[in-house]
């Protein structure tokens, strides 16, 4: 005969449980979600960005997240620059620690590559090869926490994003890995086209406390949509607007 389990027994336990997922964070990932990027150079309108939750795949047996990034120029400053920038995130579906990143980046008509980052979470080794040009290979060592810069995106958004709360951790930026960190600056309002957002403003920071100009904007909202990002690069200032969701 089988015991039930006293009413008063099941109903502790199922406010306890309504208290563990209340604690938790009200944004999930979700698969199959696409955003979609204006983007400019110096303020000049030079093409579209993406970010996409494609996948749950495999990497050597455990599960991840398949994440893409896209940046593309339009067709008519392709003529003059083409810009054809794609990044293939891997990440544990439970920490968002890196697996694997594939960088495939075509940077005007002789800069083109394809770089593959192999990590070993439990060695602390990336091995990173490059599959054109010279065809190199470089080991890096690194500490836990362990992101990428897609991977990163996905895994500030699942987080209490408090004013002056500050967030230390490893970064994979193709051959290189390096400590990092990103701290909540403030609250403000932006502007995208004719709208206006609540925005919460996450930077880079050095050792002074000071911005490094790597920038990420994102919604108030229990998603924590991110909505603007902005980095420096060698051409100006590339700043990516969300226009579509």
């Not at 099941?10 to 306890?16: A, K, P, R, V």
């Not at 004013?163 to 970064?171: A, E, H, R, T």
């Not at 930077?203 to 790597?214: G, L, M, P, Q, V």
């Amino acid at each position: 005969m089988k015991r039930r389990i006293p009413i008063f027994i099941q109903i502790f336990l199922f406010f306890l449980l309504f208290i563990i997922v209340g604690k938790g964070n009200a944004y999930s990932i979700k698969v199959g979600e696409k955003l979609i990027y204006r983007a400019t150079l110096g303020g000049f309108y030079i093409g579209k960005g993406l970010l996409q939750i494609k996948q749950i795949t495999q990497i050597k047996g455990k599960s991840v997240y398949h994440f893409i990034s896209e940046t593309k120029s339009s067709d008519f400053v392709s003529l003059l620059y083409p810009l054809d920038d794609r990044m293939e995130s891997f990440a544990d579906v439970e920490t968002l620690y890196s697996h694997q990143l594939i960088i495939y980046y075509q940077e005007g008509y002789l800069r083109k590559n394809k770089i593959v980052v192999d990590i070993d979470l439990e060695k602390g080794t990336a091995l990173t090869e490059e599959k054109e040009g010279k065809k190199r290979k470089w080991k890096k060592e690194f500490s836990l926490p362990l992101f990428d810069t897609v991977s990163l995106i996905y895994w500030l958004r699942l987080q209490k994003l408090e004013v002056g709360k500050v967030f230390s951790f490893s970064l994979i930026e193709g051959s290189k890995v390096r400590k990092i960190k990103i701290k909540v600056i403030k609250e403000e309002k932006i502007s995208i086209l004719e709208d206006t957002y609540s925005a919460i403003l996450c930077s880079e920071i050095d050792s002074n406390n000071k911005a490094k100009n790597r920038d990420i904007w994102f919604s108030t909202t229990d998603e924590h949509l991110p909505l603007k990002l902005q980095t420096k690069i060698s051409l100006g200032t590339l700043t990516l607007h969300l226009i579509n969701k």
